[in-house]
């Protein structure tokens, strides 16, 4: 009905997108850029939040379009994806924290507060799972998934910061954050664009996966300095 009434005033249409908050600074915000370039009359909404609630609005038609992680394993066959990165979970600390400064361990980190996923969140689970697998406390965790009070806390006091390793390089990039030399063996699946199975995709969707795509093609580091 919003996009008939916008049609029948001159306009295009309206999409509505939801986003995943990790993602919303980087790529979201340079999909939009890109978009508007080619769809001025679309009129683009956002909805920022956790996957959980997001994934529920998807289902009631409230998005038309969800850009967040996607697992098979969670969702079965009620959606369709297209894959945009796989780029796995890292570590990072301001520019002045004292890890920064070295080339620092698994053990080093457990020693300072970090901020990650909430409690109760399978990301959560899998990474306390991890740290005491390898026999190790898991620190202190404020569970936030806020790119703001994330920033924050980093750049406040001593903590640590759980982060998609696309949004940390891109950080990184802007001399924001530095990523710690520590790996992890949970995988978080692919960042996507994901719809409901059962509803065609549009036109201003399909326009807007491909902005998505651009935007982290773009920035995608090459695989020697990944």
């Not at 098979?72 to 520019?95: F, K, Q, T």
Request: charged share 20%.
């Amino acid at each position: 009905q919003a996009d008939l009434a916008s049609l029948a005033n001159g306009g295009a249409g309206s999409l509505t997108v939801g986003c995943f908050s990790m993602f919303v600074r980087w790529p979201l915000a340079q999909a939009i850029l890109d978009f508007r370039e080619t769809n001025p009359l679309v009129q683009i909404s956002v909805d920022v939040g956790a996957h959980e609630s997001l994934i529920e609005k998807l289902d009631n038609g409230a998005i038309d379009l969800l850009v967040s992680r996607n697992s098979r394993a969670w969702h079965g066959g009620a959606y369709r994806a297209v894959e945009l990165m796989n780029d796995g979970i890292v570590l990072a600390c301001s520019p002045a924290h004292p890890l920064a400064r070295r080339r620092a361990t698994r053990e080093d980190c457990v020693r300072f507060p970090w901020v990650s996923a909430p409690a109760g969140s399978i990301m959560r689970a899998r990474l306390a799972d991890e740290i005491r697998t390898a026999q190790l406390d898991v620190p202190h965790i404020v569970g936030a998934l806020s790119l703001e009070l994330g920033r924050e806390l980093v750049m406040s006091g001593p903590y640590l910061w759980h982060l998609p390793g696309s949004v940390a390089r891109n950080m990184a990039a802007r001399n924001e954050i530095v990523i710690l030399p520590v790996t992890f063996k949970m995988d978080p699946g692919p960042l996507c664009a994901i719809w409901r199975r059962e509803r065609s995709s549009t036109r201003m969707s399909r326009s807007f996966m491909l902005a998505l795509r651009a935007a982290v093609q773009v920035a995608r580091p090459h695989p020697d300095t990944a």
